[in-house]
């Protein structure tokens, strides 16, 4: 089966990159290294499928709110349009 990067290059018809890092939390590791993994890509846009191992930690949802709103202010300081992917 194919993972979810190939699933959108097949789907959009686009070059899809895959930086993330398997068992991250948005809300420790992901929100300080967003911003290198971005600025180290060309990419025209970004998706950001993260939050789900936060899950499991005591993290309240205006936690997990403001994990994700760090990095989409990053994404757009950096003008690249994100694209919010979940399960």
Known sequence: TLG???RLEALLGIDVR????????LSREGVRRFPVALKESRGDAVSIFEGV??????????????AI???????????????????
Not at 18 to 25: A, K, S, W
Not at 69 to 87: D, S
Request: charged share 25%.
């Open 4 to 6: 979810y990067p190939a």
């Open 18 to 25: 895959n930086r993330g890092v398997p068992g991250e939390r």
């Open 53 to 66: 191992n936060d899950v499991g930690i005591t993290l309240s949802p205006e936690g997990y709110r403001r």
């Open 69 to 87: 709103q760090k990095t989409l202010n990053i994404a757009f300081a950096l003008r690249r349009p994100p694209l919010l992917i979940t399960i």
